[in-house]
């Protein structure tokens, strides 16, 4: 009788375990997702200061700092 009794308290505090263990998996990962949504991304951003001065777009490679066949590029040293 008494190991009948014993034996059931083992499979409930096993069984509670489990289930506080699934309940900490599911927090975590709602945490972990609610985090991922924060933040407000907004639908315009300006262009940074010197607008004028973007050489962007632009083709490439730029032809006019190609080096020629047979030529060191500009601004690159060999020893």
């Known amino acids: 009788m008494i190991r ?3 034996h059931r ?3 409930q505090r ?10 900490m998996g599911v927090l975590a990962v709602a945490l972990a997702l609610s985090l991922g949504g ?4 907004p639908e315009f951003v300006d262009a940074p200061q010197g607008k004028e001065a973007d ?3 632009q083709a490439y490679p730029n032809p ?3 080096p020629r066949p047979g ?6 040293a060999f020893p």
């Open 4 to 6: 009948r009794v014993q």
């Open 9 to 11: 308290a083992i499979h």
């Open 14 to 23: 096993a069984a509670h375990h489990r289930a506080i263990g699934l309940a």
């Open 38 to 41: 924060c933040g407000k991304k």
């Open 55 to 57: 050489r962007f777009p």
């Open 64 to 66: 006019s700092l190609d």
């Open 71 to 76: 030529q060191v590029a500009p601004g690159v």
